[in-house]
């Protein structure tokens, strides 16, 4: 069964940092991009981050850009998120999401896990 | 930025009735257009890509057209299983964004 599943969030102070890990199983984890999209309480989706298969292509929302880190690791089958300088704004449920396609990065999602919440509060 | 204008925010329907959602796009964006059904308290997931590619396991009732700027989902003969909220996504330029959700309620 093709399966990803979030950890690592929590409540956090602003300004505060907070690592997330998604772990991947049931497909070849290294043959596909993944991303970070999140979704805040009641609103809809917003694409976070998302990392081609060897790394080597990385990009960000400008609304996180510079304070968050996406990584990947290949022989855990996981991926991560870096989340520095959290804002309140940041406050969301965290999505991991397969990339569509092999070998490339589309920016389609076709295997979403169940999200992990992140809230930004003092 | 591509910004995508989805409507209705919130549809209300029956079973068995035929619903169309619309997503408007702010430029052309080819046929690169994602559906996605989200239930409460799940993740979202693919219904339909390259605009009219049925994902795999999703029943023959749901139908996406169009291309350019103006895209369609259409659920054939709404399901009691297909009350969810449904969002339009473009991967045709970087940022990936997507539409606002359409709520798809029981009347």
């Known amino acids: 069964e093709v399966q990803l599943v979030e950890s690592g969030g929590g409540l956090v102070q602003p300004g505060r940092s907070l690592r997330l890990s998604c772990a991947a199983s049931?497909?070849?984890?290294?043959?596909?991009?993944m991303h970070w999209v999140r979704q805040a309480p009641g609103k809809g989706l917003e694409w976070v981050s998302g990392?081609?298969?060897?790394?080597?292509?990385?990009g960000y929302a400008d609304s996180v850009k510079g304070r968050f880190t996406i990584s990947r690791d290949n022989a855990k089958n996981s991926l991560y998120l870096q989340m520095n300088s959290l804002r309140a704004e940041d406050t969301a449920l965290y999505y991991c999401?397969?990339?569509?396609?092999?070998?490339?990065?589309?920016?389609?999602?076709?295997?979403w896990g169940q999200g992990t919440m992140v809230t930004v509060s003092s | 930025v591509i910004w995508m204008t989805q409507s209705p925010s919130l549809l209300s329907a029956s079973t068995g009735d035929r619903v169309i959602i619309s997503c408007r796009m702010s430029q052309g964006i080819s046929s690169y257009l994602a559906w996605y059904q989200q239930k409460p308290g799940k993740a979202p997931e693919l219904l339909i890509y390259?605009?009219?590619t049925l994902q795999s396991g999703v029943p023959s009732r749901f139908s996406g057209s169009g291309s350019g700027t103006d895209f369609t989902l259409t659920i054939s003969c709404l399901q009691s299983e297909d009350f969810a909220t449904y969002y339009c996504?473009?991967?045709?330029?970087?940022?990936?964004?997507f539409g606002q959700g359409t709520k798809v309620e029981i009347k």
């Open positions: 990392i081609s298969w060897n790394s080597g292509s990385i």
């Open positions: 390259a605009a009219s």
């Open positions: 049931g497909f070849t984890f290294d043959d596909y991009a």
């Open positions: 999401a397969k990339d569509l396609e092999m070998a490339t990065m589309v920016y389609a999602f076709d295997i």
């Open positions: 996504q473009q991967y045709y330029s970087f940022p990936p964004t």
